[in-house]
C-alpha cells in the first residue's frame, strides 16, 4: 500500500511538470525542426510563466488555457483515450464528448499547474519513432529527490510539432487516462462519461 501511494504521490508531481510543459508548446516552438530543441524551449518559457503570475489568478488560468490550446493535439487525443467507443459513437456523441473533453483538459491541468513547485527537467536524449513520432527522452530534477525518467512524444502534422503523450517511469499517461475512461464507460456508457466531464467536479 505504501508502494502504491508513493507512486501515486510522484505521478502527481511528475504529471503537474508535465503539463507545464504540454502547455507552453506554442506555434512558435511548435513549428521547430529539432524536438530536442522544442522540450528545452518550452520548459524554460513555462518556468517564466508561473514566476510572472500569480497562483489560482484568472489571469495565469486565462493564459494557460490559451496556450493549451495551442499546444497539444487535442482532437487526437480525445479520440485515443476513448479507444473503441469512438467508432460506434454517434455524430452527436462524438461533438459532445469533444467540447467536454476539450474542457474537461483546460480545467484540471490548468488546475494542477497551481501546486508547481520548481521542479525542472533535463533532456537526455532523441529518437525517432516513424516518419511522424518523435521520443525524447529527460529527466525531472527534484531537490534531495532520485530524478524521475520522462518519455515524451512529439508528433509532426502539417509542418508543426505537438506532443501527444509523455511516459513517466516508462507508463503512458495517455494510456492511463484511456483506462481510467474505460471503467466509466464500463459503468455508464459514452452519454455518462460526458455527463462526468461536464461535472464542475469532473474525474482527475
Do not use: H
Request: with cysteine; charged share 25%.
Amino acid at each position: 500500500m505504501f508502494t502504491e501511494i508513493w507512486r501515486e504521490c510522484v505521478m502527481r508531481r511528475v504529471l503537474i511538470l508535465g503539463t507545464v510543459i504540454l502547455l507552453t508548446v506554442t506555434s512558435a516552438f511548435a513549428k521547430a525542426t529539432n524536438p530536442s530543441d522544442l522540450i528545452k524551449g518550452v520548459t524554460e518559457q513555462a518556468i517564466t510563466i508561473l514566476q510572472n503570475t500569480q497562483p489560482y489568478s484568472d489571469e495565469r488560468k486565462q493564459q494557460l488555457q490559451q496556450l493549451f490550446r495551442t499546444s497539444m493535439d487535442l482532437p487526437f487525443v480525445g479520440r485515443f483515450v476513448m479507444g473503441r467507443y469512438w467508432r460506434t459513437m454517434s455524430p452527436e456523441q462524438k461533438a459532445a464528448y469533444t467540447e467536454a473533453f476539450d474542457r474537461y483538459v483546460l480545467t484540471v491541468y490548468a488546475g494542477r499547474l497551481n501546486e508547481y513547485s520548481g521542479e525542472s527537467i533535463q533532456v537526455t536524449e532523441s529518437r525517432k519513432v516513424d516518419e511522424q513520432d518523435t521520443i525524447v527522452g529527460s529527466q525531472l530534477m527534484r531537490q534531495n529527490k532520485a530524478p524521475v525518467s520522462l518519455e515524451w512524444r512529439v508528433r509532426q502534422n502539417g509542418g508543426e510539432a505537438k506532443v501527444i503523450d509523455v511516459a513517466v517511469e516508462g507508463v503512458s499517461m495517455a494510456l492511463t487516462q484511456r483506462q481510467e475512461f474505460a471503467s466509466i464507460l464500463q459503468r455508464e456508457g459514452v452519454d455518462g462519461l460526458i455527463k462526468q466531464l461536464k461535472n464542475p467536479n469532473p474525474p482527475r
